[in-house]
RNA sequence: GUGGGUGUAGCUCAGCUGGUUAGAGCGUCAGAUUGUGAUUCUGAAUGUCGCGGGUUCGAAUCCCGUCACUCACCCCA
């Protein structure tokens, strides 16, 4: 058992080989995408002002009020881990002006969100997502949905499902809680306390409330979007016809709330069996955000990379599939050899081989487990008697046999 | 923040209702084989039994606290 003063906090996690092969995969295919849709990288600071996440998640929001890492530098400023992707995202927007106003912008990197950790639920996790700003069009919400499963498909997801739902406008909001009020008010004596009081504080909250007694009320309350404006509802149509012209097939789920105040119109979730109590892949939306003088509008989704790593996982993907190819491994024999093996190590890296060799004169056994140990497939010995002669042995681990070349045919070999 | 489960060697775990020096498999290292790995045989090393306190003649085992891991609620990606 590791002493705790070597583990990481609660809540994060060192992240090696075999492991990393699999983030670089996701990262690799993800950047290859995102550069076919045209959208280019940002890398904002993981540390910003806590009033960007206040003004732009919202004050009253679970992740503001209690999930963000906050801490005051030398100067008293109050800072923030950013416990999301796209309030910097916006905020680098904003304060590009014109150049900015249609930006299409990736990111990906560690959030932090300070909640007790389970399944899918890190305190340290990762998020790749996108962010195509400009005025509300539904044909953008559409593209992005489609990049975000054109992305799911080259990881190996494509059996992952869209749940779509529409938030509506500001001005849906004030009908949208009366009517669902309305709409439960008769039966609220029936449901649990907790259920009474969120009736009042946050009656939205109930549509994806995971208790049956609720479910029962909340699935013979109409639709939300019945309450919304023709507006709201003309867009929602738009986008998904949009998205079964392109042969994307997505059922509207009225029952799908999100959690920041920023969204409107179209929000969607990406959610994937097998991934236990936190199933969503990802999340993406419609939003307005207020920076400043600027509202600055878009459509983004953040996938996390931890989930996504599980659900490859349940379908039986594994890190060491990702792993590179095995190395050529060189072993000396005697001092002399070393030297000169140590110049045959450098030339042949510097022509693209990956090589390793013991960087001290063992025992060849010891010297020969390692190389086993280390995968070669192919081992280079050179010894006093090869030096005399000016060659190398080539031995192929996989059926034993070995040979004798001189350097030009070595290099012909494994390169 | 609330609740459940779990902490014994590098890893996976065993250790019966408290009883002598805490075990196994895998892994690691070495030898058999002084210039050849993986196989085989032989041998070796490694533990503050998560940590702290209590009960007891005696605690890995029982009690309390604490920390960590884990799952769920909540929330979200």
Known sequence: MASSQFQPIQGMSDIAAPDSFLWQMIEERARDIFTRYCFSEVRTPILEKTELFIHSLGDTTDVVTKEMYTLEDRGGRKLTLRPEGTASAIRYVAAGGDKTASARIYYMGPMFRCERPQAGRKRQFHQIGVEAIGAPNPLADAEVIALQLHLLAAWGLADAKIRLNTIGLPEDRAAVLNGLREAIRPRLHELPEEAQQRFETNVLRLLDSKDEAVQKIIGAAPPVTEFMCAETRAYLDTVVETLRNLDIDVEVDTSLVRGLDYYVHTVWEVVHGGLGAQNALAGGGRYC?????????????????????????AGGISAVQFAPPPPVFIVSLGEAALKENLLLLQMLRKHGVACEMELSARKVQAQMRRANKTGARQVIIRGDSELEKGIFVLKNMGDGTQSEVDLPELMKLLT
């Open 289 to 313: 955000i207020q920076i400043g003088k600027n509202a600055v509008n878009g459509v983004g989704f953040a996938m996390g990379v931890e989930r996504v790593i599980a659900a490859l996982e």
